[in-house]
């Protein structure tokens, strides 16, 4: 496909209200706790950047200002470290060139895919990547630069898939596979959002990436509520299936939930084991705790 559109913008729902992590979460959006001293909103931009993506849109909701500061110049502080002489370069992935950062308010919360379309006004007629910063990928390379190549190879849509014990599928959205392209790209012929065990397609979840042409946002338009009274994105895609390709893409690569506190301490743990600069230190704290 010579008119294939590059995937130039990425839209991160960030509205939720975290209450599974309150209190911490009360006056601190839930993107901005740290895994190690990274902000899990900043992993996600940091792989969508890997992936050649220039725009990212951030749908947020009242009290998410902070995630846009931290991607703005800190003038006091850069000024501060400057003249005492410390490197600014740690501070190099939250800097964006002015017009590259755009966000837009999801006003009620009505579920991810009526946040996906309030961005519609940005996205336009482009086809775009979603990431949703709760599900921290880990790999090299990253989640979303193993579909962009797969987009590159395919075209139409795409969405990262995980394969999990069939018991725990009724928690995701799954997908029903078709042809298999390759070890890694399967063809879609439907999707289901968090089905009973006995009735799910496969063992294949959504998790947490996608990347999708602009008609989703007409789909979205008139989209009902469905799976906990909200706007699903997964029912949206799959009104779409048949009419345009839809692949998914089994990622190569390490899924941490850190929407979930358990899942949260998981990827801070093995995070920071993987630091040459503190991995063998933490190593050793967690064999003398586990002894206690």
């Avoid at 993107?31 to 909103?41: N, T, Y």
């Avoid at 995701?172 to 009973?196: C, M, R």
Wanted: with cysteine; hydrophobic share 40%.
């Amino acid at each position: 496909m010579t008119d294939r559109k590059p995937i130039r913008k990425a839209v991160f729902p960030v509205a939720g209200l975290g209450t599974r992590f309150l209190p911490a979460t009360k006056a601190i959006p839930k993107e901005l706790l740290p895994i190690v001293d990274r902000p899990l909103i900043q992993y996600a931009v940091d792989e969508a950047r890997e992936a050649g993506i220039e725009q990212m849109i951030f749908v947020t909701g009242r009290g998410k200002t902070a995630i846009v500061e931290h991607f703005d110049i800190a003038y006091e502080l850069e000024t501060t470290m400057a003249e005492r002489g410390k490197s600014l370069d740690v501070l190099a992935p939250t800097r964006f060139t002015p017009g590259d950062i755009i966000t837009v308010r999801q006003q009620v919360p009505l579920g991810l895919g009526h946040a996906i379309w309030c961005a519609r006004a940005i996205v336009g007629d482009e086809p775009f990547a979603i990431l949703l910063p709760d599900e921290l990928m880990i790999g090299q390379p990253g989640c979303m630069k193993q579909m962009v190549d797969a987009y590159n190879q395919v075209g139409g849509n795409l969405i990262s898939v995980l394969e999990v014990p069939q018991e725990s599928v009724s928690s995701y959205g799954v997908i029903a596979p078709g042809e298999t392209v390759s070890d890694t790209l399967t063809e879609v012929t439907g999707l289901v959002e968090k089905p009973p065990v006995e009735q799910a397609p496969s063992n294949k979840i959504l998790s947490g990436r996608y990347i999708l042409q602009p008609e989703v946002m007409r789909t979205l338009e008139d989209q009902e509520k469905g799976a906990g009274g909200e706007i699903q994105l997964t029912d949206a895609m799959a009104r779409m299936i048949g009419t345009q390709p839809f692949h998914a893409v089994t990622f190569d690569g390490k899924r941490y939930d850190c929407g979930s506190k358990t899942g949260f301490v998981e990827a801070t743990l093995a995070l920071a084991l993987q630091r040459e600069d503190m991995g063998n230190e933490v190593r050793a704290i967690a064999q003398r705790l586990l002894a206690e």
